[in-house]
């Protein structure tokens, strides 16, 4: 899991209330900013949306094969693009 460290802020920095509070919230936004990329990062928000319906182990099959056949076609007409270059 992500780990989110939000520093206190010196208080003598600032003159007034509202500058201080303002100091906070942009502070809390930076924060929560990398915590959602971290959680992206992690891959915890993809985990989320594949949880959201249930998928039979039959179409989790059909689906790796569809993409392993998907990227072996990629490779393969990479391979001829790059034939006429060499």
């Known amino acids: ?10 208080t003598s920095n600032y ?5 201080l509070e303002e100091a906070k919230f942009s502070n809390f936004e930076q924060a929560f900013k990398r915590f959602k990329k971290d ?11 594949d949880r959201m319906y249930y998928v039979s182990k039959a179409e989790k099959e059909r689906a790796k094969k569809k993409a392993g056949r998907r990227k072996q076609l ?3 007409w990479q ?8």
């Open 1 to 10: 899991m992500a780990k989110v460290y939000v520093k206190k802020l010196n």
């Open 15 to 19: 003159s007034s209330k509202k500058e």
């Open 39 to 49: 959680c992206i990062k992690e891959g915890i928000v993809r985990e989320c949306r």
């Open 74 to 76: 990629k490779k393969m």
């Open 79 to 86: 391979d001829r693009r790059n034939e006429k270059y060499l």
